[in-house]
């Protein structure tokens, strides 16, 4: 190589070593990479993990090798010895890195075998890149894992001391969540030693931790409602008989407004009212006998249960009476329309038209009779309806649907 070839390739392979030590300086100080060289793995991620560790090595090996070469090479050249072109051509351009082959089994390895082998400053790059991009792809695995799954893993660690806390506070057993301290140390200790064993088609299964979450969630929830029963028992169990006495208010509502469809609409029938009043009741019956014998965490979880029973229960019944108040605004708007029709008959001095007479009268017996068929007066109004249209030649709105309104 000429002096102007050597000095632009020893330029050029000392600015490959600079950069090359700074990425490594980076991924040395990585803090993934750092957890993964010194952590306890197991499972999937230790067995990826051990082989990308012969990356690492090997990395570092030619690394250590090529910074050398070059810094011989520069050293040469900045030496002022008479004509090093040869020698540096040798080690810019030639094979003069010099590696340890890899260790061959006994049986086969010949006697006479090398132990070394010699590649180019060039072949050695793309070494380093292959072994980088294989370290690197395995560090960003398991930190795309970590990422998704430590935030959650500590929102467990954090609820679980919360229990913990809750539990002490209202006399749970030490080993009544003994099963789910067992699956949380489980989950986390796959989370801290084997993520990669969360990692599936691209994503990460973070089931696991949710469902667990959900678990840790309810647990706490029943045991803050124990807290709130142990330190102000009356003032939950006053709300909770206001709510039922609310519940019973509705309900009663409706069993009479249901005894009024029932005497004015036979079609569609009247939906049932239930009585939950009774049964709500006497949980606050059982809940007395379980603070006389201070089972706090029952208590907690009967006073959850008993709040979603009367919300439940109250949305149930006021569903109901709206239903049932339904049927009878349905008699009503069709009355209404009737005589809305009557009155245009009327006003066209077609109202005792002999095409007119029997549908109005059918329709009329049918909305006036007690108790109602809302469907047969729907059809008989619908009826009069398309005869006032054919007289009077133009159309007028529709009644409806010939159910009685019952699906509207």
Same mark, same amino acid.
């Given at each position: 190589?000429?002096?102007?070839?050597?000095?632009?390739?020893?330029?050029?392979?000392?600015?490959?070593?600079?950069?090359?030590?700074?990425?490594?300086?980076?991924?040395?100080?990585?803090?993934?990479?750092?957890?993964?060289?010194?952590?306890?793995?197991?499972?999937?991620?230790?067995?990826?993990?051990?082989?990308?560790?012969?990356?690492?090595?090997?990395?570092?090996?030619?690394?250590?090798?090529?910074?050398? $070469?070059?810094?011989?090479?520069?050293?040469?050249?900045?030496?002022?010895?008479?004509?090093?072109?040869?020698?540096?051509?040798?080690?810019?351009?030639?094979?003069?890195?010099?590696?340890?082959?890899?260790?061959?089994?006994?049986?086969?390895?010949?006697?006479?075998?090398?132990?070394?082998?010699?590649?180019?400053?060039?072949?050695?790059? !793309?070494?380093?890149?292959?072994?980088?991009?294989?370290?690197?792809?395995?560090?960003?695995?398991?930190?795309?894992?970590?990422?998704?799954?430590?935030?959650?893993?500590?929102?467990?660690?954090?609820?679980?001391?919360?229990?913990?806390?809750?539990?002490?506070?209202?006399?749970?057993?030490?080993?009544?969540?003994?099963?789910?301290?067992?699956?949380?140390? #489980?989950?986390?200790?796959?989370?801290?030693?084997?993520?990669?064993?969360?990692? !599936?088609?691209?994503?990460?299964?973070?089931?696991?931790?949710?469902?667990?979450?959900?678990?840790?969630?309810?647990?706490?929830?029943?045991?803050?409602?124990?807290?709130?029963?142990?330190?102000?028992?009356?003032?939950?169990?006053? #709300?909770? #008989?206001?709510?039922?006495?609310?519940?019973?208010?509705?309900?009663?509502?409706?069993?009479?407004?249901?005894?009024?469809?029932?005497?004015?609409?036979?079609?569609?029938?009247?939906?049932?009212?239930?009585?939950?009043?009774?049964?709500?009741?006497?949980?606050?019956?059982?809940?007395?006998?379980?603070?006389?014998?201070?089972?706090?965490?029952?208590?907690?979880?009967?006073?959850?249960?008993?709040?979603?029973?009367?919300?439940?229960?109250?949305?149930?019944?006021?569903?109901?009476?709206?239903?049932?108040?339904?049927?009878?605004?349905?008699?009503?708007?069709?009355?209404?329309? /009737?005589?809305?029709?009557?009155?245009?008959? $009327?006003? /066209?001095?077609?109202?005792?038209?002999?095409?007119? $007479?029997?549908?109005?009268? #059918?329709?009329?017996?049918?909305?006036?009779?007690?108790?109602?068929?809302?469907?047969?007066?729907?059809?008989?109004?619908? !009826?009069?309806?398309?005869?006032?249209?054919?007289?009077?030649?133009?159309?007028?709105?529709?009644?409806?649907?010939?159910?009685?309104?019952?699906?509207?």
């Amino acid at each position: 190589m000429s002096r102007e070839g050597i000095d632009h390739a020893l330029n050029r392979v000392r600015g490959e070593v600079d950069r090359i030590s700074l990425n490594l300086a980076d991924l040395d100080r990585h803090a993934v990479y750092r957890l993964l060289r010194d952590a306890e793995l197991s499972g999937g991620t230790r067995s990826r993990w051990e082989a990308t560790d012969v990356h690492v090595h090997r990395l570092w090996l030619i690394h250590a090798v090529f910074e050398s $070469v070059v810094e011989h090479a520069a050293n040469l050249r900045e030496s002022g010895v008479a004509d090093p072109q040869d020698e540096l051509t040798r080690l810019l351009m030639g094979e003069s890195v010099t590696l340890p082959l890899a260790e061959v089994p006994l049986n086969e390895r010949g006697l006479l075998d090398p132990d070394t082998e010699n590649i180019t400053l060039a072949e050695a790059i !793309a070494r380093m890149t292959a072994d980088y991009e294989a370290i690197t792809e395995v560090v960003s695995a398991v930190e795309t894992a970590w990422d998704a799954l430590h935030p959650r893993l500590a929102e467990l660690d954090a609820m679980w001391q919360e229990v913990g806390t809750l539990a002490d506070m209202v006399e749970v057993p030490d080993d009544e969540y003994e099963d789910l301290r067992a699956e949380l140390e #489980r989950v986390g200790n796959t989370v801290r030693r084997d993520p990669l064993a969360l990692v !599936a088609d691209g994503g990460v299964d973070t089931s696991g931790l949710d469902r667990l979450r959900s678990v840790l969630d309810r647990t706490r929830g029943e045991l803050r409602d124990a807290l709130r029963m142990r330190d102000a028992y009356d003032e939950n169990v006053s #709300r909770l #008989r206001s709510a039922i006495d609310d519940v019973e208010k509705v309900v009663l509502r409706s069993r009479e407004l249901r005894l009024r469809v029932v005497a004015k609409i036979s079609s569609p029938a009247a939906v049932d009212v239930p009585d939950p009043v009774p049964e709500l009741r006497a949980v606050i019956a059982e809940m007395d006998e379980l603070r006389s014998r201070r089972r706090w965490r029952a208590l907690g979880v009967r006073l959850g249960e008993l709040q979603r029973s009367v919300h439940e229960c109250g949305d149930d019944a006021r569903d109901r009476e709206r239903n049932l108040g339904g049927l009878l605004q349905r008699r009503a708007e069709l009355r209404g329309r /009737l005589d809305a029709f009557r009155a245009r008959a $009327v006003r /066209l001095g077609l109202a005792e038209h002999e095409r007119l $007479v029997e549908p109005h009268g #059918r329709a009329h017996w049918e909305l006036w009779n007690a108790p109602c068929d809302l469907r047969a007066a729907t059809v008989a109004l619908s !009826a009069y309806q398309r005869a006032l249209q054919e007289l009077a030649g133009t159309e007028t709105p529709s009644v409806g649907t010939n159910d009685g309104g019952v699906n509207r």
